[in-house]
């Protein structure tokens, strides 16, 4: 279904030029996560900072496949994925980090599990598109990229757009008999 975007398959966190921080992770009921992150400019320095501790942070956490700013304490448009490796991934874009991303069309509800760093004890059945389009610009450059993805690939963009935006998974959830306790990160 989807083509890989080669602006996108040419970037790596590398290009960055830093190496990343592992930042904590806050949790939920913290109220950045309920704060819609601003814009960021990608060519700024504590943007592109940004960006590597993301990559950093979300490579030491077990389970991790996506870290959005508001996940480390900042209200920003920005975050970082990777479904490389996941047994649910069907198109997969490798690592890489997006600002100021915006869905611009999305297709075939399904209903899936979901888990996130913010909420450890949980997981929630979320209704979501299969099948995405989302734009936004890679940090360090001014690279706008267009990513057409599907299943759960698709899925982690939405979650993380979804933190960008001050929202978590639990925001989405049909009520109290969708949502599950975790048993362990694998």
């Known amino acids: 279904m989807a083509h890989l975007n080669q602006t996108l398959a040419s970037w790596s966190p590398a290009q960055l030029g830093i190496t990343g921080d592992i930042l904590e992770v806050v949790r939920a009921p913290h109220p950045v996560l ?52 996941h047994p649910k991934t069907r198109t997969c874009h490798g690592v ?12 075939r509800q399904e209903k899936g599990r979901e888990g996130c760093m913010s909420v450890p004890d949980f997981t929630g059945d979320v209704k979501r598109a299969t099948r995405l389009t989302v734009t936004g610009v890679l940090p360090g450059t001014t690279d706008h990229v267009t990513i057409s993805t599907d299943a759960f690939e698709a899925r982690a963009l939405q979650h993380e757009i979804d933190h960008c935006n001050g929202q978590l998974f ?16 694998q």
């Open 96 to 107: 890489f980090v997006l600002c100021n991303a915006v869905v611009v069309e999305s297709t």
């Open 170 to 185: 639990l925001d989405r959830v049909a009520g109290a008999h969708a949502v599950y306790p975790r048993k362990v990160y």
């Open 34 to 85: 309920a704060t819609e992150g601003a814009t960021v400019d990608p060519l700024d320095p504590v943007m592109v900072a940004l960006a590597s501790d993301l990559v950093a942070t979300m490579r030491v956490s077990p389970g991790c496949v996506g870290l959005a700013a508001p996940q480390v304490g900042i209200a920003a448009q920005m975050f970082a994925l990777d479904v490389t490796g």
